[in-house]
């Protein structure tokens, strides 16, 4: 598929998805909602891709929804405007759950729904000066569709500040809350990136996607009740074919076959 917003290029195993309107600063209209969604489908049924990293082209990562947009959606009639809403909400859950790891890589300005889409991906690593802010409410909304995603990563107390006084925060203050996984200097976020993804491309495959999985089905079970769905889960696991190469790999000291 061709993409008019986003710029998408394969190297090697990864999966490069460029958001690519660098004169609004990425902000995300209906196109950008459309090609991002299909975009980690596409990746998700792509056997040759084990890895998604998405970034931005230009000055900033994202500035979010796109305002003019945004408006223009405010006065379609409610149930279109209800549509359109389900439609960006459904974008940030392709994001989240992707089968593939996804990885952002954040500089500049990840404001409103910028934020929204680091803390979809499942690593995010930021530049220590890249602004944040969950400014929704300076202009008179609220980070609705993307409260889950952040909410699972900076969680409710946090939020309760961040949301109500939609104060702008640094790559620092991102780390510190968890919002991303680290903040480096600008000069190392390549490098900080790409050790990241050669972390995820030594994983084996099915045991990343299984990952995921077990970080949904757990998170919300008490310690009691993880019980047979933990047990069960190493059993099925332990049994696999990449889990038995994974041990033998070891136990020969040699490097698993993922990762020839
Ligand atoms: N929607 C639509 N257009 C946007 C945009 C957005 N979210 N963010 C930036 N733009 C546009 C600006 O209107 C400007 O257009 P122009 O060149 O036609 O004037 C262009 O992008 C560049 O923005 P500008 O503000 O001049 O760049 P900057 O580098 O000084 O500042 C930001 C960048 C991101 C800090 C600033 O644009 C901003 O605060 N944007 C709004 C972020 C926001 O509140 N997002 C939440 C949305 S819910």
Not at 32 to 40: C, G, H, M, N, Y
Request: glycine share 8%.
């Amino acid at each position: 598929m061709s993409y008019e917003t986003l710029e998408i290029a394969m190297d090697g195993p990864v999966r490069n998805v460029r958001l690519n309107r660098p004169d609004v600063r990425n902000a995300f209209n209906g196109v950008v909602v459309d090609e991002l969604t299909k975009a980690f489908k596409e990746a998700d049924e792509d056997d040759s891709t084990r890895a998604v990293l998405l970034s931005g082209n230009g000055k900033s990562f994202s500035a979010g929804a796109d305002l003019a947009w945004m408006k223009e959606q405010a006065g379609l009639p409610h149930a279109e405007n209800a549509a359109g809403a389900d439609y960006m909400a459904r974008m940030f859950l392709a994001i989240a759950r992707c089968k593939k790891p996804v990885v952002a890589r954040v500089h500049g300005h990840a404001l409103g729904g910028g934020s929204g889409l680091t803390a979809a991906a499942d690593v995010a690593i930021c530049t220590e000066g890249c602004l944040f802010g969950l400014t929704e409410v300076k202009l008179g909304i609220v980070p609705a569709v993307i409260s889950p995603f952040v909410l699972q990563k900076i969680g409710a107390g946090r939020a309760r500040t961040l949301f109500l006084t939609g104060e702008r925060f640094d790559g620092r203050e991102a780390q510190r809350i968890g919002l991303v996984h680290r903040a480096v200097a600008e000069d190392q976020l390549d490098e900080a990136v790409k050790a990241t993804v050669k972390e995820l491309l030594s994983a084996g495959p099915a045991a990343v996607a299984s990952a995921k999985e077990l970080i949904r089905s757990v998170a919300d079970l008490s310690l009691e009740d993880a019980i047979p769905v933990t047990s069960k889960w190493i059993a099925d696991l332990r049994a696999t074919d990449e889990a038995k190469e994974g041990f033998t790999a070891f136990l020969e000291k040699r490097k698993p076959g993922w990762m020839s």
